[in-house]
């Protein structure tokens, strides 16, 4: 099956990581990011466990460690010029299961944004920063970005506080605090669950992006803080992460469809959309009940009825590898992991 318009076509493969079953893999509510290391292994994280699993782009595991996070949220990764290292943004609680119904369940771990070598030993550890919204709020990341070495970057640590205050801080490579954005440093306004942060090279000034959720578009920013434009609100209901084919900018957007962007922010294309999700009024419950997932007679929530080959329900986190293709991990009891093969 293929899915997408005019130069961004895909044929989708369904169900393409080979999990193992089990009781967690089945009812666990993902909630993951997705990264491919230079090596090419796809990494993502299991729908219940805090484990990160990584596979062979065809889908084959190649080997898993545990995590100790309460949730491991979105992903990054960072190469400093001789190794690559893994990030994982842990916002400190968890959907799971208890009485038959969901709920966010705080746990030992967290919230906190961990550092980890690509065999799983922790070399680093971010807690709540040393700000005034914390003094009666709470911190809950759920993204984080390194403007690594290898990039020319100085290894400063930008982390999104998606699900606490809605800022985004900066520390040094050795996790000192160092200042925070808001969104109110521009004529954009403030954030709104800026749920995912990422470094954009692919112009001659890298730039942070910051994927402004509930308000339903993209901020950018200079590495030193300073607000640039804003874009995508025309267009964009729910972005929550991104990746990069070339010179193209893909946002997952959690309503049900990814969104194709040129080098320059102009949006292109939309890729493997439900449009009975995704074109609804914006924040609007829509017309699944329980989406992402379904509700049963009681209802209690249950995995999805409604998922579609070519249509994606609500993709959370994704990654390109080098050849344009898409992993994309949903946010829904059980999990989806879908590849969309460029063509």
């Not at 040393?130 to 400063?156: K, M, Q």
């Amino acid at each position: 099956m293929l899915t997408g318009s005019k130069n961004n076509v895909y044929e989708w493969i369904d169900d393409w990581a080979q999990f193992p079953d089990g009781e967690s893999r089945r009812l666990g509510w993902a909630h993951p990011g997705v990264v491919v290391t230079s090596e090419g292994e796809v990494a993502t994280v299991h729908p219940g466990d805090s484990t990160v699993l990584f596979f062979s782009t065809d889908g084959k595991l190649t080997r898993s460690w545990d995590i100790a996070a309460r949730e491991v949220h979105q992903l990054a990764l960072e190469d400093d010029g001789s190794q690559q290292f893994l990030w994982a943004a842990d916002p400190g609680r968890k959907n799971l299961k208890a009485n038959g119904a969901y709920v966010a369940e705080p746990g030992e771990n967290g919230p906190q944004v961990l550092k980890l070598t690509l065999d799983g030993k922790q070399v680093a550890r971010i807690t709540t920063p040393d700000h005034e919204a914390y003094r009666d709020g709470t911190f809950a990341p759920t993204s984080v970005a390194v403007y690594e070495a290898a990039s020319g970057g100085n290894g400063d640590i930008w982390v999104a506080d998606g699900y606490g205050e809605s800022y985004v801080h900066r520390f040094t490579a050795s996790g000192e605090y160092v200042s925070s954005i808001n969104g109110e440093e521009g004529d954009a306004g403030p954030f709104a669950c800026p749920h995912a942060v990422w470094i954009d090279y692919r112009k001659s000034a890298p730039e942070l992006y910051v994927a402004d959720r509930t308000n339903h578009r993209v901020q950018v920013y200079d590495l030193d803080g300073k607000f640039l434009r804003s874009f995508g609100s025309e267009v964009l209901t729910s972005p929550s992460s991104f990746a990069i084919d070339g010179d193209q900018l893909i946002v997952a957007e959690l309503r049900s469809r990814l969104a194709i962007f040129d080098i320059d922010d102009n949006f292109e294309c939309y890729v493997a959309e439900n449009e009975a999700i995704a074109r609804v009024e914006r924040n609007s419950p829509g017309d699944v009940p329980g989406w992402p997932n379904n509700l049963d007679d009681a209802g209690n929530v249950i995995r999805s009825r409604v998922l579609e080959p070519g249509k994606l329900n609500s993709p959370h986190g994704i990654a390109a590898d080098k050849d344009g293709n898409i992993y994309s991990a949903e946010w829904l009891v059980g999990g989806r992991y879908t590849k969309l093969v460029k063509q």
